[in-house]
């Protein structure tokens, strides 16, 4: 990372991309995250954070389920 923005690349676009970034080095490291804190990552970022976390192996039914509660209410972005 290069610390300075893109030019021409919105500040929310950036910063969208950074957390996906924090939460691909959250998932490949070692450490576990719990589905709540999962949650979290899928209610701020929507289908790309399901995508890196179902890529990473780390969805549980539990977490699906509590997903599709979300996508029921119309709750993710």
Known sequence: MSGRPQPGVSRERR???EGLQR???QLESS???SAPVL???VRRYGD???RLIERNGRMSEE???SI???QEDGNLP
């Open 15 to 17: 910063l969208s991309d």
């Open 63 to 65: 977490l699906r389920q």
């Open 23 to 25: 939460l691909q080095r």
């Open 31 to 33: 450490m576990r995250v």
């Open 68 to 70: 599709a509660a979300l």
């Open 48 to 50: 790309e954070a399901v």
């Open 39 to 41: 949650l979290q990552w």
